[in-house]
């Protein structure tokens, strides 16, 4: 099965941490940049973070930046995404996409059809 997975969602307090895996089975992520995107009740579906297939480029929503980091594992076949001072504005359902490239120095950005696959989503709540 070809498959990307999230998973580290949770109930946090406010100003806690949490940290966000995707992985992917039936393949390797090694070809792959990856998009981090969560959607709230109620909201459309925005890009939170973003980082190259090699690892050496990332990019974070205004929303996010100084509280989130974005980095993968190769030897693990696995990109995080650190989510550090949490606030209430941060609760969503958030998803790992990847999206195909040999280029390792090039990120994707936050068009939905610009990335192959979707994982299932993960549930990060942050309590006010």
């Known amino acids: 099965q070809l498959q990307v997975v999230e998973s580290g969602g949770g109930l946090v307090q406010y100003g806690g941490s949490l940290r966000l895996s995707c992985t992917s089975s039936?393949?390797?992520?090694?070809?792959?940049?990856i998009g981090w995107f969560r959607q709230a009740p109620g909201k459309e579906r925005e890009g939170v973070s973003c980082i190259s297939a090699s690892g050496s480029v990332t990019d974070y929503a205004d929303s996010v930046k100084g509280r989130f980091t974005i980095f993968r594992d190769k030897g693990k076949n696995a990109v995080y995404l650190q989510m550090n001072s949490l606030k209430p504005e941060d609760t969503g359902v958030y998803f790992c996409?990847?999206?195909?490239?040999?280029?390792?120095?090039?990120?994707?950005?936050?068009?939905?059809?610009?990335?192959?696959?979707w994982g299932q989503g993960t549930q990060v709540t942050v309590s006010s």
């Open positions: 039936g393949f390797t992520l090694d070809y792959y940049a």
């Open positions: 996409a990847v999206a195909y490239t040999p280029y390792g120095h090039r990120i994707v950005g936050y068009v939905w059809n610009s990335y192959d696959r």
